[in-house]
């Protein structure tokens, strides 16, 4: 609306709020949630939802939950304007995590896919856009669509005064990189690891006691990615879909799941009942060398081990890149405080490393495709979906050198 509505729409909100014990307490509080409103600028993507409009006739409000580590879920209360910089904010507060040492951020994640929101954006717009997900049956792994709470930036991760949540965000988001296949390991490494996280979860071993398919500690108890029976279905049920206009999509088809993973649809490895049988048997014998081992001394143990990994810091994008020959097509491109890494994927030497000194320019030419110019070393092209979220860590960690220097 233009300014001289603005101006009266203000004029009778501040009126009726000051006439106070004339009107009822819920004409009040609806006035003061509209005088909160207006102060927004930013145009909504999406229309409201049938949730947010709900809430909005009830006069109760809308409450949003977000899940963070150890199975902790916080609901907070929203408006039609709160932006995800507003709950990052309001959780980090709750969590006494004002001045952590790293970067968090708030995700939008079902099943296997996770990405990342931009603080701008309107919470109440991602619940429009997850109704219009679920309408064409945009469910990725058979999951429901929530909004994460986690790590986003690694700036300092092996500082030796992080708060114990810190460290629990930093574990956990460890163990997950494990199972997601994204930490280069063999496979006595992989039962290590999978032996330190039952002792933390479940604590010392009792005669008898076996690794449970309800405790997924291993990779090999889940899936990379979908199978290929799974993608198919997921192919047939997106071919129906119509068209978003805004938000993470253009529109509906057989690429969607894939641009929405940000990486490639692959069949994934699948592990017969025998082999899966022997993958237990060699973690319950590592698990009963931890006997006495507190949760603390468990998750140390299992932290040392994945940072002793170069790679350890940096945000992992599958991506195909193009420029260089005598590289691999399908790599991994490696974003941290130090600069940007190139792996051959599950792997832990580097190709390449470029520090952000040598880095002349950044950015994506043409949709899907992300450019990285080096001083010395002519440009390197990938081919990746995740181009927006490359692009704000790269700026991100450039910042945060530049604050460091000064």
Known sequence: PSRKFIRFLRFHLKRTVDLGDEVTEDVVRVAKSCLDSIKQTKARDFPPSTR??????????????????????????????????????HIKNE????????????????????????????????LSKWEKYETHGINPDGGSWA???????????????????????????????????????????????????????????????????????????????????????????????????KGTLKGLGKGTLRRLRGGTMKKAGEVTDAEMSKIKEKIVVQ????????????????????????????????????????????VWLGISLDGVSVFPVNQRERLGFFKYETVLSFGAPVANKYK?????????????NMVLEIAKLMKSYIKQVVQLRH
């Open 372 to 384: 990285i110019l080096v001083d010395g070393g002519g440009s390197m092209m990938f081919e990746t």
């Open 147 to 245: 909004l994460v709470f986690k790590l986003f930036a690694f700036y300092d991760p092996m500082a030796p005064d992080l708060s114990k949540t810190e460290k629990e965000f930093l574990f956990e988001q460890a163990f997950e990189a494990v199972m997601n296949r994204r930490y280069p390991a063999n496979d006595d490494t992989l039962i290590k690891l999978a032996a330190l996280r039952t002792q933390f979860v479940v604590g010392d071993y009792e005669a008898g006691a076996y690794i449970s398919d309800l405790v997924k500690v291993h990779p090999a108890q889940q899936p990379q990615l979908l199978s290929g029976d799974a993608a198919a279905g997921n192919s047939s049920t997106l071919k129906k879909a119509g068209t978003i206009i």
């Open 52 to 89: 947010e409009i709900e809430a909005l006739m009830s006069g109760k409000g809308l409450t949003v939950s977000v899940n963070c580590v150890g199975g902790r879920v916080i609901d907070i209360p929203v408006t039609s304007s709160t932006s995800c910089l507003q709950i990052i904010e």
């Open 287 to 330: 698990w009963k060398t931890m006997q006495g081992m507190s949760t603390d001394d468990a998750r140390e143990g299992y932290m040392s081990i994945v940072q002793n990994w170069e790679g350890y810091g940096c945000n992992l994008f599958e991506v195909t890149q193009t420029s260089k020959k005598e590289w691999p097509k399908e």
């Open 95 to 126: 969590l006494a995590l004002t001045a952590c040492r790293n970067g968090f951020g708030l995700f939008e994640s079902c099943g296997g896919v996770s990405k990342y929101l931009e603080e701008k954006n309107v919470v109440a717009d991602v």
